[in-house]
């Protein structure tokens, strides 16, 4: 069975047809949804009782955000989905994968932005907390971070004291995952793959099982996360080799996607009511999550009968596109927010702690990202198109 393309697929050079360009319109405006909801989840903190005791504060922080880290899930399966699309169609095209300089632009897309945060953790951010009077303590251990095992050293160590440094555990897994997946993809034959993918989210799954009682290993761990990374696999090799499954999704109706979005709303906010009951159900969260969020991708992607399509909001759309840097920058951006209005008392109440820093901290956050991608990341993401003979668009 050939593979069928629904992605739009730019060639690049029509007359050669060396590369060609994949481009999925409407992930970039997800990409930003999954950034808001970790936004979210690290805002509106605060030590003072009254705020946190507060209806509005319980209501937005404790109930509406609370499971805001599940936008690292969507990023995961987002990623797992993207790579293993593209990895797939460079190994029918050119019937091999480029292995080597897969890494190389993983690393020109990865690194600079990373080692800055890593060296913004570890070196500048405790002279910032001695220009405020606070003491430095940061339990993270450097090496782990430079080796892209930051993920264990807080499974196995400890939290670091950076919030800069707490955000980076998601960037080893998946530096993990790409260390391991052009190789699965390469060495394994078409027929075999499928198997091979279902078999490592079993595995994935028998890891919780025999961890349900360890709340980072659950949340944190390499084998924990790796099935939602497998899930975005699973899903793009559908994507590209099941016409049934395409088929069946291009023509639902409507209220199958509605029935969709109910599902992850209520998954969304009762997730910890109805998985983290019983130790077997806590298990099984991440995979039914993640199942979840695929199809949203591919509804995104391929349904003609959407309630909407992100593309059609171009102010996210083009905000996705900064999204690693959002999601990278934001702690310094929320830190500048605190300790700035804080110096005018400016976020000693409810109302300055959820409208006002949360604004200001976003707007930083925001600004931080496009100088970022601008003037640091694009160069190296213009080197990053010289590796690649498929390439997102």
């Not at 292995?99 to 600079?112: C, G, Q």
Request: glycine fraction near 4%; include cysteine; proline fraction near 4%.
């Amino acid at each position: 069975m050939q593979p069928h393309h629904q992605a739009t697929v730019l060639p690049e050079k029509p007359a050669e047809a060396k590369s060609i360009r994949i481009f999925f319109p409407n992930l970039d405006g997800l990409r930003f949804f999954c950034f808001l909801s970790v936004f979210f989840f690290h805002s509106f903190g605060s030590s003072k009782v009254d705020i946190t005791d507060h209806v509005l504060h319980k209501t937005v922080r404790q109930f509406l955000f609370k499971n805001g880290v599940l936008g690292v899930n969507f990023f995961f399966v987002l990623s797992g989905f993207l790579i293993t699309y593209l990895l797939l169609v460079e190994k029918e095209k050119f019937k091999s994968i480029n292995v080597l300089n897969f890494y190389k632009r993983r690393i020109l897309r990865i690194w600079p932005l990373f080692f800055f945060c890593v060296l913004f953790g570890f070196a500048i951010f405790p002279q910032i907390k001695i220009l405020f009077g606070e003491v430095p303590n940061e339990p993270a251990r450097l090496g782990m971070y430079l080796s892209f095992l930051s993920n264990l050293d807080i499974v196995y160590n400890s939290s670091p004291d950076s919030s800069v440094l707490a955000i980076l555990w998601s960037v080893s897994i998946e530096e993990q995952f790409y260390l391991v997946w052009p190789l699965i993809i390469l060495l394994s034959p078409r027929k075999w793959l499928l198997p091979a993918l279902l078999t490592l989210i079993l595995a994935s799954l028998a890891f919780r099982l025999a961890n349900a009682d360890s709340y980072l290993k659950m949340t944190l761990h390499t084998f924990s996360c790796f099935s939602d990374l497998v899930v975005g696999g699973v899903f793009a090799y559908l994507a590209l080799y099941s016409e049934r499954f395409i088929s069946a999704i291009r023509n639902a109706p409507k209220i199958t996607w509605i029935g969709l979005y109910v599902v992850v709303i209520v998954l969304y906010l009762f997730t910890r009511n109805i998985f983290q009951q019983q130790p077997v159900l806590y298990a099984f969260e991440r995979l039914v999550i993640s199942i979840a969020f695929a199809f949203v991708i591919i509804e995104q992607c391929y349904a003609s009968h959407s309630l909407f399509k992100m593309s059609n909001y171009p102010t996210i759309s083009r905000l996705g596109t900064y999204t690693f840097g959002l999601y990278c920058l934001h702690p310094i951006g929320g830190l500048i927010a605190n300790k700035g209005l804080g110096l005018f008392g400016l976020n000693s109440n409810v109302y300055t702690i959820m409208f006002l820093e949360t604004f200001v901290s976003f707007a930083i956050s925001v600004a931080l990202a496009v100088f970022s991608y601008r003037f640091f990341e694009s160069p190296f993401l213009r080197m990053k198109d010289k590796f690649a003979r498929i390439k997102k668009a």
